[in-house]
């Protein structure tokens, strides 16, 4: 077989690959728009297929049931959560108010994005749905565990037996219930001026680190993700 034959065997498996890759990317992508708009419960496999423009039933070759299409968007949502994370942490850097900027990112970069609203729609969901529990909860403790870890590189304690980990551990909770509250908050002022005051509460726990502080936790598909490069490059 000439060489021009073999490379003209490949082209086509290639492009079919892209094309299943690329349908993938949709399908994931609408599903956390769907999941953050609608609802988990109301976000069908027709309006997940509808909104990601593909023809009914396109689906069925990447993920043959709706279960099979959340666990992978489970994953994919925390990989996703962890972009914003890492582009927040890797800003701190020099950072000298890196408590206020640090929660400030976490509020406005992750919590108040569609990936912050999918995360909270799935926290909701678990608590009812034990498959979903099990898939998010694998993706939530990877982010937890970094997070943690993360709190720990930047900041020291002020008071014997506090841990940097476990105060920004609570700002996630925190925030959580923040995100709870915005559908039914008249007052999104109010919201803006509990942050203030949470950060003032986490400043007499935690403090900077001086630098230099030496390599930050990093997640495990940091280096091969172009895009948290992109953005902090952007930033």
Request: aromatic letters at 6%; hydrophobic letters at 35%.
């Amino acid at each position: 077989m000439t060489q021009n034959a073999t490379h003209a065997q490949k082209r086509p498996r290639r492009k079919q690959e892209d094309r299943s890759r690329e349908t993938r990317k949709k399908l994931l992508a609408a599903t956390r728009v769907c999941v953050a708009r609608d609802g988990y419960a109301k976000a069908t496999i027709s309006k997940i297929t509808e909104e990601a423009g593909l023809t009914r039933g396109a689906h069925l070759h990447h993920y043959s049931t709706k279960e099979q299409l959340i666990a992978a968007a489970t994953e994919d949502a925390g990989h996703h959560i962890f972009r914003r994370l890492g582009v927040a942490m890797l800003n701190l850097e020099n950072e000298g108010d890196r408590v206020r900027c640090l929660i400030e990112s976490i509020w406005r970069q992750v919590m108040m994005t569609t990936e912050g609203r999918l995360m909270l729609e799935f926290l909701n969901a678990s608590g009812t749905d034990p498959a979903l529990a099990e898939h998010f909860g694998k993706s939530f403790r990877k982010v937890n565990d970094v997070f943690r870890a993360a709190a720990s590189h930047y900041f020291v304690p002020t008071k014997v037996g506090l841990q940097p980990a476990d105060v920004f551990e609570l700002v996630m909770f925190q925030m959580q219930g923040m995100m709870l509250n915005l559908p039914i908050s008249e007052n999104p002022a109010a919201l803006e001026r509990s942050l203030k005051q949470f950060v003032q509460m986490v400043e007499t726990s935690v403090l900077p680190k001086k630098a230099p502080l030496g390599e930050p936790p990093r997640f495990d598909d940091w280096e091969d993700d172009q895009e948290t490069r992109n953005t902090k490059d952007k930033s």
